[in-house]
């Protein structure tokens, strides 16, 4: 197992590869400007390399902030600000060569090995720690080994690397808007083995919405070494399911759910899972996909609360099913699009949890926006770091 570490108020944030990929790391200190941009931004905090850093990224990621801050009256989880960047010294170095593609075994992920220009990406890049916790072994073990099965079927080589790096993000900003910085981060971690990485998109152009990952952001996280590039941002999402129903790796590996609390590949009950089903099914294609062994669990349409930012989603779906026929359970879509409305996301699960917890835990979620609370922000950021630090002292 090959790693690379640095150090943060005692936090040890790593990205390993099995030695087998182990020339892939790269050197200096672009993956931890990439990686703690926004949580800086999210903290008022200044942000200091002590390493060296391309003078190109530290250019595009000024731009990344400005971009970043315009989205603030969008930003449903956190307000960002500019903060200073700099590094211990600024570098030009040498490119690597090769295209490699960010990898989840998800929607967007299949739906840009669909695209043209694909037959140019070698490698598939799937990171342990994001959606995947790396508390859970077993179950890290049993999707590695799924998704090597697809990235084969594809004539690709899937690349693991394990990062901590949401013990670090997650405490301090939403991973809807941390996500496309730890993506950048693991890219520049990898610069010694592929110079462009393929970011699958999760929105299209011109919806207004405000991801970690959109079209105007991910290429500003290109570095002189390393280049990012949107994949897939032209089409919706059941327009990618329809382009996947006869791809026999998407049939055999598909994989959307963030729901772990069993060893199941999908849980068939969770709403990323109940919304891929209903697009499957409108294409006729639910049956041909035996990673789905369950029927659809429209009763959570009766008890669901969507937050904003996923309401264009189900829009598209309710249409989807009331051009196929299925006009009742179309009428159960709207339904529940009616009452997200009504109260504006706010009692979606994640808003629940906000309003019952202390407020250090509201603090560390990103829960809250004002710029008169970014103190407790801070002050919980403090604690955090001491209780590293401390635990640090007492590591063999």
Known sequence: MSSWRGGLF????????????????????????AALLIPAMALREPLFIDGPVSRTLLDNLRRAMDLLVAWNAANPWIRLHRVPLAAATVVAPEPASGSALFFSGGVDSFYALRQPGSAAVRHLVFVHGFDLPLERPDL??????????????????????ETNYRTLSDPIVSWTMAHGGALAAVGHALAGGARRFGISATD???TGATWGTHPQLDRLWSSG?????????????????????????????????????????NCCRCRKCLRTMLHLYIHGALGRFPTFPHPPPLD????????????????????????????????????????SRRHGGERSPQGRRAAAAPIAVLVARGATRSPSLVWLRRLHWRLRRQWWALRAARAP
Not at 13 to 24: D, E, N, S
Not at 236 to 256: I, M
Not at 300 to 323: K, S, T, V
Request: some cysteine.
């Open 204 to 206: 299209i152009y011109g």
């Open 225 to 265: 070494v390393v280049e990012f590039a949107s994949v897939g941002a032209e089409a919706r999402r059941g327009s990618k399911l329809a382009a996947l129903r006869d791809f026999v790796p998407a049939q055999e590996h598909l994989r959307v759910c963030w729901n772990h609390t069993s060893q199941a590949y």
């Open 300 to 339: 959570l349409l009766e008890r669901m609360i969507e937050p904003p930012h996923l309401w264009f989603l189900w829009d598209d779906l309710a249409a989807g099913l009331e051009g196929r026929g299925e006009t009742e359970v179309a009428a159960q879509v709207r339904r529940m699009l009616q009452r």
């Open 140 to 161: 890290r073990r049993s999707i590695s080994h799924r998704l090597r099965q697809a990235a084969a079927a594809t004539g690709r080589d899937l690349v693991e690397v």
């Open 10 to 33: 005692g936090f040890r944030l790593f990205y390993r590869l099995p030695r087998c990929h182990g020339a892939w790391l790269g050197t200096g200190g672009d993956a931890f400007l």
